[in-house]
């Protein structure tokens, strides 16, 4: 099967909620928003365009990540698999949602700026996987600036 991947770059509108499914499957999710600027040439001003909202899932050691980096507000970058969900109100509407499935999630650093703290490989973040990571891991701190 054919998989679409994208990049958002937008603003956190929800606060970041862990759920469960119904497996009992643990995720982390939120909603943004990204909002098309362009530059109107006569006049030399910015104007919104379009805004496209979608929801993010994360999961395993990347729900660990985000859960204390990421607040609404925050502007981000987000790397996944893009999805239509579809489902059933309490009321019996049929809906659908996109669905973004982040692989990786950051700041947008052209619109703040971060501290990071490095974590040890096997301390933290994703410790209880028992993977073994080339690199340091690292958490952004909550010390976003805008």
Not at 1 to 14: D, L, R
Not at 61 to 66: D, E, H
Not at 125 to 139: C, I, K, L, N, Q
């Amino acid at each position: 099967m054919y998989e679409t991947h994208g990049t958002v770059v937008g603003t956190v509108i929800t606060s970041p909620v862990t759920r469960s499914n119904a497996a009992g499957d643990e995720f982390l999710s939120f909603r943004m928003a990204s909002t098309v600027r362009r530059r109107d040439h006569t006049t030399g001003e910015w104007r919104d365009g379009s805004t496209l909202y979608l929801t993010v899932t994360c999961r395993r050691r990347l729900m660990a990540g985000v859960a204390g980096a990421i607040a609404k507000g925050d502007p981000v970058l987000v790397t996944g698999d893009l999805r239509t969900t579809e489902y059933t109100t309490r009321d019996g509407v049929a809906r659908s949602d996109l669905e973004l499935s982040a692989t990786a999630i950051g700041p947008d650093l052209a619109r703040c700026t971060v501290v990071l703290e490095r974590t040890p490989r096997g301390v933290g973040v994703g410790a209880d996987e028992g993977t073994a990571s080339p690199v340091t891991d690292e958490v952004a701190t909550r010390s976003l600036v805008a």
